[in-house]
């Protein structure tokens, strides 16, 4: 984009980037530097033997798990419906989903909090997946639409024709067909439900029920402001997304930007 | 699949079209697809739709949950959340945050998509340092940051040893810098978000209408700000109403780096509404309110955002065309 002909403007871009990068960083060291204050070491051995310390990662994989297989497979299945298949006053359907699209989370936990009481659900995986999926499927249910209008309908006319069932259409033509836009749907899905804290913390309230993004409050909670240790939980946490997005670059990309490009 | 079969396929939207043999047929050939949408529908309509309805039967009541009595109390609870003085300072808060941090993330998300689309050494090191406090959760971070403006953190001390001791202070402690410090960390998770739409929707950008710009003596401010930023636009109020949505819902990094305090100094919506749901002195109802209240606002605002945006883009289009004809 900036064009830089000579050397001096070439430095000097480099130079700006690396002075705006600096309180990127600074954080980062900050947590790193402290995390290693006091043991060394064996800040981290003590976090990962603390009693409970896996049940988190455990939760959440569960909970992020759960809500991708959900929204998967409702959000495939409907885009088909919506793109492809005779579903009467189609629009209106989905513009009631399209209407729930910029919905502030904060707005469901007074009700479902009641809703979960009442329904002995407090406290179950349940009370958190379900609540994630809705909130997501109607950002995924958009995106993936667009991608399957962008689909030709001869080619499911065609299999059709040949006398293919419709789940059979929706299996060999629409699943392999919109894998790269449904990697990138779930690849944001996942990191949602991975860092999701005010979900959790209204309805997992049990200690054994905790996710990772509940462990420096654990921490704070157990051991008094032991700060050291409470950075190293941070950082074993941060660690899997950092991995995470630095393997999967191109699909979060894809999928963040369908969003906002659309 | 053959050539042909996908040449048939492009005249897809005319079923659109009332009349004619070919769509009706095509009509009857379909498959009914009410059981396939179902599934996404019942989970998030349902939910949210359910959701909505209850919250708004609830804001008439005043009731602490579980086997206690609820209270109706009319339009109370509205009431009482319009006069009472933390609902506006949240309010005043929400605007701050959003109108800084928006500004923030368009300027530093233009700046490194700019930077990463010439010729840069490390791009992708920079990539993921900005990119990082998008991905890991704000939770997670947030002693990360308390780390840094606590009295004897990194601020402080960066500024001792520039000899600017004067400015030392107990950023997260006084009322008069935590929100500051709350819409800081906003920025720092934001950027990245804004740097990842406008680095994609930069690189859609044709790159002929840059070279005749460049042509027509442009140089690199003049580009960025007569052709690549009108371009940008529609990204732009996407990242409008997104930004204003999360400083609608905001909870995770005031709620773990100040408690929304001292002094309600730096409450946000969120924060409210989650400390009337789960403080032990909790009134669902008035709870209930707040959501139905922040939830008119996000509607009110983001259809007006979304108009002014179409607005806006209408009437810059002609212009647009006439600069990629020269």
């Given amino acids: 984009m900036f064009e830089t002909r000579s050397r001096r403007a070439r430095i000097t871009l480099q130079l700006v980037l690396t002075v705006a990068v600096v309180p990127f960083v600074i954080p980062l060291i900050a947590m790193l530097q402290t995390s290693f204050e006091g043991q060394g070491w064996g800040n981290y051995l003590a976090v990962v033997q603390v009693p409970g310390f896996p049940k988190f990662f455990l939760n959440t994989i569960i909970i992020a798990v759960a809500s991708i297989v959900i929204v998967y497979v409702a959000t495939l299945a409907a885009a088909f419906g919506f793109s492809k298949l005779r579903v009467r006053g189609k629009e209106l359907y989905f513009w009631l989903m399209m209407a729930a699209l910029t919905l502030p989370e904060v707005v469901l936990i007074a009700p479902l909090y009641t809703t979960a009481v009442k329904l002995g659900l407090l406290g179950t995986y349940w009370s958190v997946i379900l609540p994630i999926a809705a909130l997501q499927i109607p950002f995924t249910v958009l995106i993936a639409r667009g991608y399957v209008d962008g689909i030709p309908d001869a080619m499911f006319e065609a299999a059709r024709i040949d006398g293919a069932s419709t789940w059979r259409v929706f299996w060999s033509i629409l699943v392999p067909l919109s894998r790269p836009m449904a990697v990138a749907l779930m690849v944001l899905v996942l990191i949602y439900a991975w860092n999701s804290y005010l979900l959790p913390k209204v309805f997992l309230i049990d200690d054994g029920m905790g996710v990772v993004t509940q462990l420096p409050e654990f921490f704070r909670r157990q051991y008094n402001d032991d700060t050291p240790k409470i950075l190293a939980a941070s950082v074993i946490t941060a660690i899997p997304t950092i991995i995470a997005y630095i393997a999967l670059q191109r699909q979060f990309e894809r999928g963040m930007a369908a969003g906002a490009i659309k | ?326």
């Fill in chain 2, 1 to 326: 699949m053959t050539v042909t079969d996908l040449e048939i396929g492009s005249d897809r939207q005319t079923p659109v079209v009332k009349g004619g043999g070919r769509p009706k047929r095509r009509a009857r050939l379909l498959p009914g697809g009410l059981r396939w949408i179902l599934p996404a529908f019942a989970i998030s309509v349902g939910l949210i739709y359910y959701s909505i309805i209850y919250s708004g039967y609830l804001s008439f009541f005043s009731w602490p949950g579980g086997r206690a009595l609820m209270t109706p109390v009319g339009f109370g609870n509205y009431i009482s959340a319009l006069a009472d003085p933390v609902l506006w300072t949240s309010l005043r808060n929400t605007i701050i945050y959003f109108v800084v941090v928006f500004i923030v993330q368009v300027a530093g998300g233009t700046l490194f998509a700019a930077a990463m689309h010439s010729k840069i050494r490390f791009a992708n090191l920079y990539k993921v340092l900005v990119v990082i406090p998008v991905v890991v959760a704000p939770a997670t971070l947030a002693p990360a940051h308390v780390e840094v403006w606590q009295s004897d953190g990194t601020v402080n001390s960066i500024l001792g040893f520039f000899g600017l001791s004067a400015l030392q202070q107990p950023w997260i402690g006084q009322s008069t810098t935590s929100l500051l410090v709350v819409t800081l960390v906003g920025c720092w998770d934001a950027i990245g978000y804004g740097f990842i739409l406008i680095y994609a929707g930069m690189a859609q950008i044709d790159p002929e209408l840059i070279e005749a710009g460049r042509l027509d003596g442009a140089g690199n401010f003049r580009v960025l700000f007569s052709i690549v930023l009108p371009t940008l636009r529609p990204i732009i109020v996407s990242l409008a109403i997104l930004n204003f949505i999360t400083a609608l819902k905001l909870f995770d990094s005031p709620w773990l780096i100040t408690q929304g305090g001292p002094a309600h100094s730096s409450e946000f919506l969120g924060t409210m509404i989650y400390a009337e749901t789960a403080s032990s002195d909790r009134n669902l109802g008035y709870a209930s309110a707040l959501s139905i209240l922040v939830l008119i606002i996000a509607i009110a605002v983001s259809v007006f955002m979304q108009l002014r945006g179409r607005e806006r883009l209408t009437r810059t289009k002609p212009r647009r065309k006439e600069a990629a004809d020269v």
